[in-house]
T-cell receptor, first 113, second 115 residues
Framework: GENVEQHPSTLSVQEGDSAVIKCTYS??????FPWYKQELGKRPQLIID?????GEKKDQRIAVTLNKTAKHFSLHITETQPEDSAVYFC????????????FGSGTRLLVRP | GAVVSQHPSWVICKSGTSVKIECRSL??????MFWYRQFPKQSLMLMAT?????????EQGVEKDKFLINHASLTLSTLTVTSAHPEDSSFYIC???????????FGSGTQLSVL
């Protein structure tokens, strides 16, 4: 089955700096890669997603890149703000056509004012 | 957008009792629902996949007799934690999708505490 690894586990940046979180996946058949932001005790919130037929996608300060050959994808947040502080999860699905999402281990992002 | 409602949001129970958690899709027909468990400061771990009218498919290591999943209609799935023990205390969260859509819609989660 699919296995998703995520790094780093914690990330502390100064407000205004950029943050990058990286994930790798094992199933080359996976074709959908969402990123979620989760605050304590709340449901994960989808912030951006990318499909395997696209190499990069951007939405304002957030971008995701995908390298299918290397089987890794990354989340880039520019001009970070304190409200970006949360836990971020990457995920992958589609390898077995079931739509089930397999999550990475999470990255705790702290943006220092 | 698609809305998934999950109840209760938190529950405290005594060891040995059973707890039922409901997950409803409010404005779409959920052909597939997923149940996840999340321990503090950890990731979401997939427990099982349920398709309407079919038996749930459990992930390796998840006891199907302990975590009973029913998906009897296109808008409702239930997770029953039977004979709950303190180690079952966790945040349980459901998600749903409909045919042809890989994007999942999450419920608000249920914090279960077993005393």
């Amino acid at each position: 089955g699919e296995n998703v690894e995520q790094h780093p586990s914690t990330l502390s940046v100064q407000e205004g700096d950029s943050a990058v979180i990286k994930c790798t996946y094992s199933d080359s058949a996976s074709n959908y890669f969402p990123w979620y932001k989760q605050e304590l005790g709340k449901r994960p919130q989808l912030i951006i997603d990318i499909r395997s037929n696209v190499g990069e996608k951007k939405d304002q300060r957030i971008a995701v890149t995908l390298n299918k050959t290397a089987k890794h994808f990354s989340l880039h947040i520019t001009e970070t703000q304190p409200e970006d502080s949360a836990v971020y999860f990457c995920a992958a699905s589609g390898g077995d056509s079931s739509y089930k999402l397999i999550f990475g281990s999470g990255t705790r992002l702290l943006v220092r004012p | 957008g698609a809305v998934v409602s999950q109840h209760p949001s938190w529950v405290i129970c005594k060891s040995g009792t059973s707890v039922k958690i409901e997950c409803r899709s409010l404005d779409f027909q959920a052909t597939t629902m997923f149940w996840y468990r999340q321990f503090p400061k950890q990731s979401l771990m997939l427990m099982a996949t349920s398709n309407e009218g079919s038996k749930a498919t459990y992930e390796q290591g998840v006891e199907k007799d302990k975590f009973l999943i029913n998906h009897a209609s296109l808008t409702l799935s239930t997770l029953t934690v039977t004979s709950a023990h303190p180690e079952d205390s966790s945040f349980y969260i459901c998600s749903a999708t409909y045919r042809g859509r890989e994007k999942l819609f999450f419920g608000s989660g249920t914090q279960l505490s077993v005393l």
